[in-house]
């Protein structure tokens, strides 16, 4: 094993290792210092770890030393448009002393100045896959020179619904190239990409999958919905230092910002109804200290690459648990420290398990001392009055009720309002339907 602290040793060329040295790089983050060597060999590389623990360099490194050395185009596939920017930035910085071009291929921008970037001839591609197919619906591209191919935050592409437009990319390439796929998480939607796409993959893990970062802190509050907006006007009066702030839909996000600017704070929104230059005025406002506050769904989970950000506030529980651990990784990046705050309601003690079992560890629940703090309801759900419950039980009927096994049935009455109340009234109504 490698006993330097620097980049020495891991098998980067010389040249790459004065870059890194001008920019500050001094010191790999796990992730870097395991996957690098293995990817500078040439070998698939499967890399697990959680978000803000510097995967980008992590491929970006190996990936302009495999091009300096052999001919070849180079394509990393990024989830959002955010995302494609920031590497896109971060890979100019190591390609531009070689003389490699890159192309940024995103939605939402002309297609004309992305095509004329294509007739440069670039090494390297950074590109969103819907993008991607248009240039080469267009003929603007070929796939047929790619010898390594990136895809970033794979398990987030495969959320968002682009596995068949990243199936009908790599049916556009060689099978002969070198496949690197970077994840916080694994699942099985992965697992058989790899087994169809790469070659002996090497897995590369260096925290388990859902971990959160070790610098960051915690904390959960059970508020009733109406409540949110008084505690987070507390909140932010006990925080003073730069805030993102996780909504779950963009009309959400949107109400959010108004009430954030009429308490007289610096705000500004990113969300799929803004364009991408409104969305970058409102990133780069953020990194600049302009904004103090940016408010975001769940779009900018992973796009967002912004250092030193002092507090995640989650005002809505993300709807896929796996959201939790790419939201607060936000904050605490890199080895620094970071502070993660939720907001959930009493019906949602079921999400709040459902996180907890991912990250392995309990949410400790706080009360505001100025907001009144409340308890989750049994199971994560309301407490239905009799009422209800018999109502809700009739419009379960028909098909839905037919594919519901009856000791399933049994438990929930259990789990309600006790066995023998429940039995009876089961029981009832089962008479009523034979007489």
Request: hydrophobic residues 35%; positive net charge.
């Amino acid at each position: 094993m490698n006993s330097e602290p620097g980049f020495f040793g891991l098998g980067i060329a010389p040249k790459i290792l004065q870059i890194l040295e001008r920019i500050k790089f001094k010191t790999p983050t796990p992730i870097q210092r395991k996957a690098i060597p293995l990817a500078i060999e040439g070998k698939d590389v499967i890399g697990i770890a959680q978000t803000g623990t510097g995967k980008t360099h992590a491929f970006a490194i190996p990936m302009v030393q495999h091009l300096a050395r052999k001919e070849g185009i180079a394509l990393v596939l990024a989830t959002t448009r955010e995302l494609a920017v920031q590497i896109d930035e971060a890979v100019r910085v190591l390609a531009g002393p070689f003389g490699m071009k890159t192309a940024c291929l995103i939605g939402g921008m002309p297609m004309r100045p992305q095509r004329e970037a294509l007739q440069r001839h670039p090494q390297i591609i950074i590109a969103t896959p819907g993008r991607l197919i248009d240039h080469i619906e267009n003929h603007n591209i070929s796939l047929g020179k790619v010898s390594v191919l990136v895809i970033d935050e794979a398990d987030r592409m495969l959320d968002m619904g682009f596995a068949p437009q990243v199936d009908q990319i790599l049916k556009n390439m060689p099978r002969e190239r070198q496949t690197m796929i970077f994840s916080a998480t694994m699942p099985a939607e992965i697992v058989r990409m790899v087994n169809k796409y790469m070659k002996l993959p090497v897995h590369v893990e260096v925290a388990p999958s859902g971990t959160t970062a070790e610098g960051i802190t915690q904390e959960l509050y059970i508020v009733k919905h109406e409540a949110k907006a008084i505690l987070l006007e507390k909140i932010l009066a006990q925080h003073h230092g730069s805030v993102l702030l996780f909504a779950r839909t963009k009309h959400g996000a949107h109400k959010i910002v108004k009430v954030i600017r009429d308490k007289g704070h610096r705000a500004a929104e990113i969300h799929s109804n803004k364009s991408m230059g409104q969305r970058r005025e409102a990133l780069e406002g953020f990194k600049s200290g302009r904004y103090r506050i940016l408010v975001a769904t769940d779009i900018a989970a992973r796009g967002i690459d912004v250092s030193r950000i002092e507090t995640v506030i989650n005002y809505d529980l993300p709807d896929d648990v796996e959201n939790y651990v790419h939201r607060i990784g936000r904050t605490g990046r890199a080895g620094s420290k970071g502070h993660a705050i939720s907001f959930a309601t009493p019906d949602q003690s079921r999400d709040v398990k459902n996180i907890e079992r991912l990250i392995n560890k309990q949410l400790p629940i706080v009360n505001h001392p100025e907001v009144p703090g409340e308890k989750f309801h049994s199971q994560g759900r309301p407490a239905f009055t009799p009422h209800q419950r018999g109502s809700k039980f009739k419009q379960g009927g028909g098909h839905a009720q037919k594919h519901r096994p009856f000791s399933g049935r049994k438990e929930k009455f259990k789990e309600r309002r006790g066995k023998h109340e429940a039995r009876s009234k089961f029981e009832g109504k089962k008479d009523s339907a034979h007489s």
